[in-house]
């Protein structure tokens, strides 16, 4: 009886929680990752404690990390967040969607190119685009059978291949002193505060020397939030030329950095579930791209 309430005492949404918080880094981003409060995170993480009986999570003010016991905890976890997936993978096969997640645009001015002809080329399979942001677009989260990536993939189990490159912009204030100009270099750029993802986006201070860096970065979490930050003229941002395609708003510009290296698109998916049609997708979009 105590062994069977015991494992009732689990739920999908406690494991989800404890890798969403391992996979982050704080309560903060992993509540952003998984669209719930932080609170609900620490319930949550808390509530697998209380079911095992041990600790597996070490807070400090700053940052969390799994105990020896947490990091046992966690393969297991992984392992079955895995199987669920796969049993969701199997049901949705049978219904033929295939979802492409993308964590701040999908294949910019390429997508409605890209969609007519997975519809030609690719049917029966039914194509849905799904803007996830995290580090995997929704891979690690099990809410996407592939990921359009616009950065080295890092976790492990995610294989992945390039695609194609993007020219990179520069996104600032209509009323910017460069809003003028019709391309802009970098160290222009650095002139200002630069507000970047340090999650999912492109552009990292490794862009520029080290005594060349922009006066500040600015954090930010998503594309709704920087593309707000920079309309409000609190900082300018770099990234790919599908972010410049795919959302425009009033207040900001985009200008094209002229010196700045390319951004290479990659194809990403789980290489313990790898989609058996990844090579027509693959091809796809190298095309789309060439």
């Known amino acids: 009886?105590?062994?069977?309430?015991?494992?009732?005492?689990?739920?999908?949404?406690?494991?989800?929680?404890?890798?969403?918080?391992?996979?982050?880094?704080?309560?903060?981003?992993?509540?952003?990752?998984?669209?719930?409060?932080?609170?609900?995170?620490?319930?949550?993480v808390a509530a697998l404690e209380t079911a095992l009986g041990v600790k597996l999570v070490a807070r400090t003010t700053r940052s969390v990390a799994l105990t020896p016991a947490g990091e046992r905890a966690m393969i297991h976890a992984r392992h079955a967040l895995a199987a669920l997936d796969e049993l969701a993978r199997e049901a949705r096969a049978a219904g033929g969607t295939v979802r492409i997640g993308y964590a701040w645009s999908a294949v910019g001015a390429h997508t409605t190119e890209f969609q007519r002809r997975w519809a030609a080329e690719l049917a029966p399979a039914e194509l849905r685009l799904v803007r996830t942001n995290s580090s995997t677009a929704g891979l690690a989260e099990g809410t996407a059978d592939y990921a359009i990536l616009r950065r080295t993939p890092v976790p492990a189990g995610v294989g992945y291949v390039s695609c194609g490159e993007e020219k990179r912009y520069c996104a600032m204030s209509s009323d910017d002193p460069l809003a003028g100009r019709r391309s802009v270099t970098l160290a222009q750029v650095a002139e200002s505060a630069l507000a970047v993802d340090t999650r999912t986006g492109s552009t990292t201070p490794a862009l520029w020397p080290e005594d060349g860096q922009p006066q500040k970065f600015i954090p930010i979490h998503d594309v709704d939030d920087w593309l707000t930050v920079i309309g409000g003229g609190q900082a300018r941002g770099i990234t790919a030329e599908s972010t410049a395609h795919q959302y425009r708003r009033?207040?900001?510009?985009?200008?094209?950095?002229?010196?700045?290296?390319?951004?290479?698109?990659?194809?990403?998916?789980?290489?313990?579930?790898?989609?058996?049609?990844?090579?027509?997708?693959?091809?796809?979009?190298r095309d789309l791209y060439t």
């Open 1 to 44: 009886m105590h062994e069977y309430t015991w494992r009732m005492d689990l739920e999908l949404r406690q494991l989800r929680c404890l890798a969403a918080l391992v996979d982050a880094g704080t309560f903060t981003d992993a509540a952003i990752d998984l669209g719930i409060s932080q609170a609900a995170v620490s319930r949550n």
């Open 250 to 285: 009033q207040g900001v510009v985009y200008r094209l950095v002229r010196d700045a290296p390319p951004v290479p698109v990659y194809l990403a998916w789980s290489k313990a579930d790898p989609p058996h049609d990844r090579q027509k997708v693959i091809d796809l979009l």
